[in-house]
């Protein structure tokens, strides 16, 4: 099965600029398929992890957080329909968080941040190390996703979820590819 791996804080703001395209050819013999300008790539062939890990961090031009997953955790949170009970709306945008490692303890859900007035982010379940939500566009948005790493004790990055259904179509086409 795939590995998808999530850089974290690549391309934000101008900071650890560079071209995750680029990286993706240079990891050709993985066959990897890079995701937007984020950092999330699709890992078709990775062999050994202790191998590939050790490539993708060599060719980095800087030392980043790395949150991975299996392809078939994203294939199963999408069967279970995470965001079923949250309307669709404009100004509210749907995301996952992966951990870079297992979180500690168990978290009530829902969570709102903050958690008096307004809300920004409110997360609405987790999965082992994926943590999903919704938040509002707005520009203190991006400090109460980082209380996501507080809350659940380990680093995590943040996509929304159409990046993860971009990421659902790369690994159904794979599947499809191997079948006979």
Same mark, same amino acid.
């Given at each position: 099965?795939?590995?998808?791996?999530?850089?974290?804080?690549?391309?934000?703001?101008?900071?650890?600029?560079?071209? +995750?395209?680029?990286?993706?050819?240079?990891?050709?013999? =993985?066959?990897?398929?890079?995701?937007?300008?984020? /950092?999330?790539?699709?890992?078709?062939?990775?062999?050994?992890?202790?191998?590939?890990? %050790?490539?993708?961090? $060599?060719?980095? +031009?800087?030392?980043?957080?790395?949150?991975?997953?299996?392809?078939?955790?994203?294939?199963?949170?999408?069967? *279970?329909?995470?965001? %079923?009970?949250?309307?669709?709306?404009?100004?509210?945008? $749907?995301?996952?968080?992966?951990?870079?490692?297992?979180?500690? /303890?168990?978290?009530?859900?829902?969570?709102?941040?903050?958690?008096?007035? *307004?809300?920004?982010? $409110?997360?609405?379940?987790?999965?082992?190390?994926?943590?999903? /939500?919704? =938040?509002?566009?707005?520009?203190?948005?991006?400090? =109460?996703?980082?209380?996501?790493?507080?809350?659940?004790?380990?680093? %995590?990055?943040?996509?929304?979820?159409?990046?993860?259904?971009?990421?659902?179509?790369?690994?159904?086409?794979?599947? %499809?590819?191997?079948?006979?």
């Amino acid at each position: 099965m795939a590995l998808i791996v999530f850089l974290r804080g690549i391309n934000v703001g101008g900071h650890r600029t560079f071209r +995750p395209s680029v990286l993706a050819k240079e990891l050709g013999a =993985y066959d990897v398929v890079n995701v937007g300008a984020a /950092g999330t790539l699709v890992v078709r062939k990775p062999g050994s992890r202790f191998k590939f890990f %050790a490539e993708l961090r $060599r060719r980095l +031009p800087f030392e980043a957080k790395v949150a991975c997953c299996d392809g078939r955790d994203l294939i199963r949170l999408e069967m *279970e329909s995470p965001f %079923a009970s949250e309307p669709s709306r404009p100004e509210v945008v $749907r995301f996952v968080s992966i951990l870079s490692k297992a979180g500690r /303890g168990k978290v009530s859900f829902p969570i709102a941040l903050p958690e008096d007035g *307004e809300w920004f982010v $409110r997360i609405i379940g987790s999965k082992d190390r994926l943590v999903f /939500g919704v =938040y509002r566009r707005h520009m203190k948005t991006i400090g =109460y996703l980082g209380r996501i790493d507080e809350l659940f004790g380990a680093p %995590a990055t943040t996509r929304g979820w159409n990046t993860i259904l971009s990421v659902l179509r790369i690994l159904k086409a794979c599947d %499809a590819r191997d079948l006979p």
